[in-house]
């Protein structure tokens, strides 16, 4: 920000509650793959592939509005664009996020939380008994 002269934003405490909820998020997809890479060894090569396709789906190099309304809709389904574009908004006011985005952030860190919580729960007694 020296660099550039740009100011922080008045929102940027909201960048907490954006860390929180990614957090959660992580937390829960955690949990679920923790459980599968101990019982499938393969797990790791997927996930690495896994996670340069959600790379290139997730607009961290480049603008939504280049693309097509076709493909507006498929980078908008996925979860981490909202959480990019609140935490552009709340760090730096360079994004618009509406309030459709706060709650799919918000849902999709509490859903993948319980998801992740109930397989560890249920898969924990045979991943220990595999390690």
């Known amino acids: 920000m020296l660099v550039t002269g740009q100011t922080l934003a008045w929102t940027l405490p909201l960048v907490l509650i954006v860390a929180i909820c990614m957090t959660l998020f992580v937390a829960g997809l955690g949990l679920c793959l923790s459980t599968l890479f101990v019982r499938f060894d393969d797990t790791r090569n997927i996930v690495g592939v896994l996670l340069m396709i959600a ?10 509005s280049i693309l097509s309304p076709r493909m507006q809709t498929l980078i908008n389904a996925n979860p981490v664009t909202s959480y990019l ?24 860190a509490i859903i993948m939380f319980l998801i992740g919580s109930i397989v560890f729960k249920k898969y924990w007694p045979r991943t220990v008994a595999m390690l």
């Open 85 to 108: 574009e609140i935490f552009r908004w709340a760090f730096s006011n360079n994004a618009s996020p509406s309030l459709l985005d706060w709650g799919y952030m918000l849902s999709t």
């Open 55 to 64: 790379l290139y789906v997730t607009p961290v190099f480049y603008p939504i």
